[in-house]
């Protein structure tokens, strides 16, 4: 079956400029995460989703980040006026359950490039 | 110090030989205990997935956890070049939303 879909796959933008990422989780998964990948900085979580909840917003690195899940599938990471600290990879993941008992699985993610 | 402290490497083993990879942790908090696999420029790949302390194996693959040394290990049999990945252990605990991820190590298997 498909598995988690992030495009672009690849984006270079100016810095200032605001850029929407999409990810387009396995079907029928309620719960959805974004992390962000960078060198030196590993893994970490940014935003997660689960059904109709508020969601969880505790590891956005400032008011620039936002995201929304319509409809409670596809999901848009908007980062406004990007700076270059904002370059890395941005992962998406998708689990069938809110909590840890339901492993998370990830797409291949957008690498950001913020010029 | 960080919640979960994983050796980065690089890692550098011939084919065939068993590589051990290893991560602690300091939440004692923590309950299920994952093992990803990435290779370049690509996602995450869940490899194995355990809850709890004990061992679990699958084909190649065994995933140990010692809750009570906070440490878990990845055992890799009979390494093929298709291993080379860099391996990334991640935990959470029951309630959480968020993985805990290690930084990541990178192995070469060596034909």
């Known amino acids: 079956g498909a598995g988690v879909s992030q495009s672009p796959s690849n984006k270079v933008t100016e810095k200032g400029k605001d850029v929407e990422l999409r990810c387009d989780p396995i079907s029928g998964h309620t719960a959805l995460y974004w992390y962000r990948q960078s060198l030196g900085q590993g893994l970490e979580f940014l935003i997660y989703f689960q059904g109709n909840s508020a969601p969880d917003k505790s590891g956005l690195p400032s008011d620039r980040f936002s995201a929304e899940r319509t409809g409670g599938s596809v999901s848009t990471l908007t980062i406004q006026r990007t700076q270059q600290e904002d370059s890395a990879v941005y992962l998406c993941?998708?689990?069938?359950?809110?909590?840890?008992?339901?492993?998370?699985?990830f797409g291949d993610g957008t690498r950001l490039s913020i010029l | 110090q960080k919640e979960v402290e994983q050796d980065p490497g690089p890692l550098s083993v011939p084919e065939g030989a068993i590589v051990s990879l290893n991560c602690t942790y300091s939440n004692s908090a923590f309950q299920y205990f994952m093992w990803y696999r990435q290779y370049s420029r690509k996602g995450p790949e869940l490899l194995m997935y355990?809850?709890?302390?004990g061992n679990k194996e699958d084909g190649r693959f065994t995933a140990q956890v010692d809750k009570s040394s906070k440490y878990i290990s990845l055992f890799i049999r009979d390494s093929q070049p298709s291993d080379s990945a860099t391996y990334l252990c991640a935990m959470c605990w029951g309630s959480a939303r968020q993985l805990t991820f290690g930084s990541g190590t990178q192995l070469t298997v060596l034909p």
């Open positions: 355990t809850y709890s302390s």
């Open positions: 993941a998708s689990s069938s359950a809110a909590s840890g008992n339901q492993p998370q699985h």
